[in-house]
């Protein structure tokens, strides 16, 4: 071979690498949001909403404020993570489209930065539809300039709400309207975990992972009061949980609404009761109140960590309901390392009795037992395990 062959051989060749490489730069974005997306929401997320403490009043300071709280109180330690603004944040679009939050916060790209600075993630709302359940500004027809603006404010977190989009889509458009959204968040390149909230009315257990959702609201608002004393309709929420389990896992979960406790209307055993069952279901975690104004024994609550392992556990094995007597029902929920949980619920008006067979539940040796909320090892048990259940309350087991 002459050199002058020889680099005319090898001119093409390099041609040839340095479109390879330019093809890949184009492609790689996409493919990298997608192997990041795939990791998202490996285990149940945890962390805190605006809406049920702050509602269309929540403002900047409210935000940082629950940032610095959670910091000092405890609950980051315990593991939430995700800070996450609700509907009423937004304000209009300029001439370009782009939209603007409103005059309560004066700064998203700031926010987010500040939200990130103390270790957690940010989250935010829209809608697939003109306007959000709030009447605010919504993403329809903006989906890709939204899904930039909100990457370019490092969102890490997109809870898309039905809300109006029932106006502009039909009933058969809601998967491709998800799916719409979901494809502008991949065009970003930046990882988002995507929440999706129909309400469960198309059931998006079945879709969900299809348009990239990693949870998805399964019921209305766990506090919508029509028809419901608070307590009832929680557990209504959560009880409706069963038949859903082979839908969740890493990645992709049911999410039966915000954790209630230190929102109103509920007691202590209740409270209880719901981390218990939030727990059992695998189901977010994400905490709405007013942080600065939760008791001690509501912190306790909401920071078990016995609890909280419960639902993070890495078999990532949604609870389901062995047994219903009356008020009173038994759930289970596989863990780890060979235990299980119980949780014994009465969602009667009084203390009722509760037992569990171990044979039925796959353990027919004697075994050890914990109650997860009195932090304590019960000793050894054969056969079975019997309780008494405080009104509304739960006792919570762990068993190996
Ligand atoms: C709907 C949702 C709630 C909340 C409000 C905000 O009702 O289900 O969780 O986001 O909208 O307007």
Same mark, same amino acid.
């Given at each position: ?27 790689? *974005?996409?493919?990298?949001?997608? %192997?990041? =997306?795939?990791?998202?929401? /490996?285990?149940?997320?945890? +962390?805190?909403?605006?809406? #049920? ?117 039909? *009933?058969?458009?809601?998967?491709? %309207?998800? =799916?719409?959204?979901?494809? /502008?968040?991949?065009?970003? +390149?930046?990882?988002?975990? #995507? ?102 024994a509501q912190l306790a609550i909401l920071t078990n960590r ?95």
């Open positions: 071979m002459t050199p002058a062959s020889g680099a005319q051989a090898w001119i093409p060749n390099r041609l040839k690498a340095a479109l390879v490489a330019l093809a890949l730069m184009a492609i790689l *974005p996409l493919g990298n949001a997608i %192997a990041q =997306e795939s990791k998202l929401a /490996a285990t149940p997320p945890m +962390g805190w909403s605006a809406w #049920y403490g702050f509602g269309c009043n929540v403002t900047e300071a409210d935000v940082k404020k629950s940032v610095d709280t959670m910091v000092s109180n405890g609950m980051k330690a315990a593991g939430y993570e995700y800070v996450n603004l609700d509907d009423c944040w937004q304000g209009t679009r300029d001439s370009e489209g782009l939209i603007h939050s409103n005059n309560r916060f004066p700064d998203m790209k700031a926010l987010g930065d500040y939200i990130h600075s103390r270790g957690f993630k940010f989250g935010i709302y829209s809608s697939p539809g003109p306007r959000t359940c709030g009447g605010f500004t919504g993403s329809y027809g903006y989906e890709k300039q939204d899904a930039g603006t909100y990457a370019s404010w490092g969102v890490d977190f997109l809870k898309y709400d039905w809300c109006s989009a029932a106006d502009v889509y039909k *009933p058969d458009q809601i998967e491709a %309207a998800y =799916e719409k959204m979901h494809e /502008a968040i991949l065009a970003t +390149g930046h990882p988002i975990v #995507y929440s999706l909230c129909e309400y469960g009315v198309d059931a998006p257990w079945i879709w969900g992972p299809k348009v990239g959702a990693n949870l998805w609201r399964t019921t209305g608002d766990v506090s919508n009061l029509v028809g419901f004393q608070e307590f009832q309709r929680m557990m209504f929420v959560g009880f409706s949980q069963d038949g859903l389990q082979s839908y969740a896992g890493p990645g992709h979960w049911n999410d039966p609404d915000f954790l209630q406790i230190g929102v109103r209307g509920l007691d202590l055993d209740a409270e209880r009761t719901q981390m218990s069952l939030w727990s059992l279901l695998a189901a977010p975690l994400i905490s709405s109140t007013d942080l600065t104004r939760l008791t001690q016995e609890v909280i392992a419960v639902d993070q556990d890495p078999m990532s094995i949604q609870g389901r309901r062995i047994s219903q007597i009356g008020p009173v029902q038994v759930w289970v929920k596989k863990l780890s390392r060979g235990r299980i949980a119980v949780g014994f619920i009465n969602s009667g008006e009084s203390p009722l009795p509760a037992s569990v067979n171990f044979r039925k539940i796959g353990y027919p040796h004697p075994v050890k037992v914990r109650d997860l909320w009195e932090k304590k090892d019960l000793g050894i048990f054969n056969g079975s395990y019997s309780t008494t259940i405080p009104k509304h309350g739960v006792v919570l087991i762990e068993i190996h």
